[in-house]
């Protein structure tokens, strides 16, 4: 079992820049993924960003890389995902979750938290 849960989330205007956290805790939380997903009003979720276990290897998607990077510190048991030059359509809850590999898919991963919410005004 793993057990997730974000923080950072707020009302923020464009162009600023905000740090997402996810606190990971479990037994085996160190053998997990970890990834971020967002999904905006009446959209389907989306991945946006996976690390493996390691915190060495990452994959970020073309539509936000340069403006989002994922970062996992495993001492702390937390995954980061740092936004900047944030615009209006990256409002979105953002979603952290666990996997056994750095998947894109959100079928492939076993644990969510409960996400945060991310309010970016023009």
């Known amino acids: 079992q793993v057990q997730l849960a974000e923080s950072g989330g707020g009302l923020v205007q464009a162009g600023a820049s905000l740090r997402l956290s996810c606190a990971a805790s479990?037994?085996?939380?160190?053998?997990?993924?970890l990834g971020w997903f967002r999904q905006a009003p009446g959209k389907e979720r989306e991945f946006l960003a996976t690390?493996?276990?390691?915190?060495?290897?990452?994959f970020v998607i073309d539509s936000v890389k340069g403006r989002f990077t994922i970062s996992r510190d495993n001492a702390k048991n937390t995954v980061y995902l740092q936004m900047a030059s944030l615009k209006p359509e990256d409002t979105a809850v953002y979603y952290c979750?666990?996997?056994?590999?750095?998947?894109?898919?959100?079928?492939?991963?076993?644990?969510w938290g409960q996400g945060t919410q991310v309010t970016v005004s023009s």
């Open positions: 690390v493996d276990e390691s915190g060495a290897n990452k």
């Open positions: 979750a666990a996997a056994t590999r750095t998947y894109t898919g959100p079928d492939d991963y076993d644990y």
């Open positions: 479990g037994p085996t939380v160190s053998w997990y993924a």
